[in-house]
T-cell receptor, first 112, second 114 residues
């Protein structure tokens, strides 16, 4: 029973296309995140939602639009994909406390 | 701003060797500190954590002590195994702005050979 699950796991698409990645958590956490991991494994936060409300937006291009229909789901939609968007995108969740995050397995996006 | 610096890899060791991966941080206040591990093709898993100065986190033979005086949280293991080969990330909890996020170091790849 996966705690944080993302779909799809792999996504290959052409430049200029629009794509979405979905994330769901069954931990009952209030806060969810999207992180981007580049080819050098560097992890950077993109967005965070708390109870469906956007609380962190880290200077991400507005081609990226997160949506949280409820506190258990956080989706990421990307418009007009560019080569530089190729990365692994990780969803995570947390509850108030010591700051520990629980991560999904990642979604590898390849833009050709 | 808050940041984490960890030693560059790759670190290559023989099985049963001693491991140290250095991690230092810059932060205002007193963040919690974490080590996460990423095995090939997988997501990040929490390895251990410490929430206040002088706390020692430990798990699966790995240890790290929260050292406020040196702003460090070095990861150690006395005897590594081939199965420990992975990328290790040091992280701190950043609560500036009123909301929590984790700030990660650049990751250190560990390769253990038989």
């Amino acid at each position: 029973d996966t705690a944080v699950s993302q779909t799809p796991k792999y996504l290959v698409t052409q430049m200029g296309n629009d794509k979405s990645i979905k994330c769901e958590q069954n931990l009952g956490h209030d806060t969810m995140y999207w992180y981007k991991q580049d080819s050098k494994k560097f992890l950077k936060i993109m967005f965070s939602y708390n109870n469906k409300e956007l609380i962190i937006n880290e200077t991400v291009p507005n081609r990226f639009s997160p949506k949280s229909p409820d506190k258990a789901h956080l989706n990421l939609h990307i418009n007009s994909l560019e080569l530089g968007d190729s990365a692994v995108y990780f969803c995570a969740s947390s509850q108030a406390g010591d700051g520990e995050l629980f991560f999904g397995e990642g979604s590898r996006l390849t833009v050709l | 701003g808050n940041s984490v610096t960890q030693m560059e890899g790759p670190v290559t060791l023989s099985e049963e060797a001693f491991l140290t991966i250095n991690c230092t941080y810059t932060a205002t206040g007193y963040p919690s500190l974490f080590w996460y591990v990423q095995y090939p093709g997988e997501g990040l898993q929490l390895l251990l954590k410490a929430t206040k100065a002088d706390d020692k986190g430990s798990n699966k033979g790995f240890e790290a002590t929260y050292r406020k005086e040196t702003t460090s949280f070095h990861l150690e293991k006395g005897s590594v195994q081939v199965s420990d080969s992975a990328v290790y990330f040091c992280a701190l909890s950043d609560r500036s702005g009123g909301y929590n996020k984790l700030i990660f170091g650049a990751g250190t790849r560990l390769a253990v050979h038989p």
